[in-house]
């Protein structure tokens, strides 16, 4: 009878603890501006630099962060990244959105070639990229329409 009631309660105890496990916080905020358009905006406190990338159901992987030195830019909590709307075509289906904030400037294309190679991973982390530094990621989801 013992072992019974002790398993019971370890059972109810794990169960209260996956319970009160809050959903993980969202880093930056997606605004639809349009059918197809959207802004991105961090939020407080993440690192001030940035790179977004976007993965359609068709498989296309996109860096949405361009810069002239192909390098992550400064992304200033509260304002859109890279102060524009992306386009994200509606052909191409619903996408999942990458957003990695770093705490110095990293290159593009070591990201972008990891991104590309985990991009069919259902929950990509941080854990999954080699990148120097401070590193924190965000994964948001999009329906453009048509």
């Known amino acids: 009878m013992r072992r ?12 209260a603890c996956q319970k009160g496990q809050p959903a993980p916080a969202h880093r930056v905020e997606m605004r639809k501006v349009g059918a197809e358009q959207i802004e991105l905006v961090p939020l407080a406190g993440v690192p001030p ?7 359609s159901q068709t498989g296309v992987v ?7 030195d192909d ?10 990244i890279g102060g524009h709307t992306f386009q994200i075509p509606a052909r191409e289906g619903k996408v999942r959105l990458v957003a990695l904030f770093s705490d110095q400037k990293l290159s593009a ?6 991104i590309q190679e985990l991009g069919g991973k259902p929950n990509l982390t941080v854990l ?4 120097p530094g401070r590193v924190v990621t965000d994964l948001l989801e999009f329906a453009p329409e048509r």
């Open 62 to 68: 996109r860096q949405l962060t361009m810069t002239p």
């Open 109 to 114: 294309p070591p990201i972008a070639e990891q």
């Open 4 to 15: 019974v009631l002790a398993s019971l309660s370890i059972v109810l105890s794990l169960a």
């Open 128 to 131: 999954d990229l080699r990148a």
């Open 49 to 55: 630099y940035c790179l977004v990338f976007s993965i």
């Open 71 to 80: 390098a992550s830019l400064e992304c200033a909590a509260g304002s859109p």
